[in-house]
Nanobody
Framework: QVQLVESGGGLVQAGGSLRLSCAAS????????MGWFRQAPGKEREFVAA????????YYADSVKGRFTISRDNAKNTVYVQMNSLKPEDTAVYYC?????????????????????WGQGTQVTVSS
């Protein structure tokens, strides 16, 4: 059973940076695309960023484009998101997720329904 464990969340001032990590168990990590989502209190879960299995293609929500960078290290079974220039509106629980196989169109990267395994989440709080 594949498990995803996020880390790296915390409290940071506006304008600061954090790097979230998501460590995956299992031997097939490198064959799956991965994504990051977030959920703020009272709001629906929303897409943040995604990366293809080999890392050659990345996808971002407009709200984080230019500030966040997703990457992965398949040798370490880990996916990252570097978050710079953080804003109070970035405050949320951040989740990493494994994208289900067989879904190849670009639009599928943006939907939470395309992901079949989720981590427990890590809290990011950005103070103003």
């Amino acid at each position: 059973q594949v498990q995803l464990v996020e880390s790296g969340g915390g409290l940071v001032q506006a304008g600061g940076s954090l790097r979230l990590s998501c460590a995956a168990s299992g031997r097939t990590f490198s064959t799956y695309a991965m994504g990051w989502f977030r959920q703020a209190p009272g709001k629906e879960r929303e897409f943040v960023a995604a990366i293809t299995w080999g890392g050659s293609n990345t996808y971002y929500a407009d709200s984080v484009k230019g500030r966040f960078t997703i990457s992965r290290d398949n040798a370490k079974n880990t996916v990252y998101v570097q978050m710079n220039s953080l804003k109070p509106e970035d405050t949320a629980v951040y989740y990493c997720a494994r994208k289900a196989s067989g879904l190849y169109t670009s639009r599928t990267y943006y939907s939470s329904q395309s992901y079949d395994i989720w981590g427990q989440g890590t809290q990011v709080t950005v103070s103003s």
